[in-house]
């Protein structure tokens, strides 16, 4: 039997159990070891904001249409940091050079599932590395989210960056930041996530909720501001404050999954009198600029390179492995008491 982690409606968490499937032509059965949880965007699929509970998606527009929506409870495997054990290889594909074989550990997206049937050619290259444990591969998509943003911030050495939002993929960019040469202001509304930002790197941290932000960078770089903020938070409020906290045509990335109107963030003010320049940066692709040179697999491949040169920390953010039959209260510790967790991992 196959067990799979639905949302049955906001905030209702079950484990189903489903009769494993035939494996297909072209396929790889993995046996899932641990799924990690995001907090960002799985939460909005938890709390019933995520935008597609409402509306669809239109690929070929590029935009979100009215009247039906794109997904539906249940809301069944949500989840894309997956590490498990090829069990089972599709008989013509046995011994093709790149194809991990039955017994290999490999890393990839399937979902929070007991076990994905999944396309080979998705997981060509996704054997995990000897030196790496096997929770690293767990981080593969979420440290690819935090390279992109330092990507499209386009950092150079002596650069002051603010980091807005210091959960596991702020805490990663501020680590990818700084090994960028930037100096980096790590802004979170809490001090503990605040202290190990300062362990990954962060020359300063200041409290989004106590510390006055803006005036306090720009008084740390003479007046002048950060020359790039990056807000992985996904809170408008933040937005702003990161809006505020940048030089004269300073840049802000937004990586965050910002969701519903935009309440505290007024365009008008310091974005438009500061001429500040605010670039996207979400990972279903690469900043335009590098998309000569980078993909998406390149971002993932780049950032467990890091982690198995020992120059990015991800052992240390796992603060919950929590078994998949639990996976109810994980979600509700995520959304009740985000200070009280950083990475949960479900293990199957």
Known sequence: MERVVQFTGPRQVEVAEHESAPLPA??????TRYSGVSAGTELTAYRGTNPYLTRTWDPDARLFRDGAAGIEY?????????VGEVTEVSPELVGTPGIPATGDLVWGIWGHRSEGIVPAERMTGHTLSPGLEPLAGAFARVGAIALNAVLAADLHLGEDVAVFGQGVIGLLTTRLAQLSGADVTAVDALDGRLATAQAYGAVRGLNAR???VAERIREATGGRGADVAIEISGVYPALHEALRSVAVGGRVVASGFYQGDGSGLRLGDEFH???AQLIC????????????RWTVERLQQTFLKLVA?????VKSLVSHVVP???????YALLDERPGDALQIVLEF
């Not at 072209?26 to 046996?31: F, P, T």
């Not at 249940?74 to 997956?82: D, I, K, L, T």
């Open 324 to 330: 998949a039959a639990d996976a109810a209260d994980a």
């Open 210 to 212: 106590t510390d006055a």
């Open 309 to 313: 040169d020992g120059r990015v920390d």
């Open 281 to 292: 940066s979400q990972i279903g692709g690469v900043p335009p600029q590098l998309a000569g």
């Open 26 to 31: 072209g396929h790889l059965r993995v046996r």
């Open 74 to 82: 249940p809301v069944a495997g949500w989840g894309y940091s997956e």
């Open 273 to 275: 009198h500061n001429r």
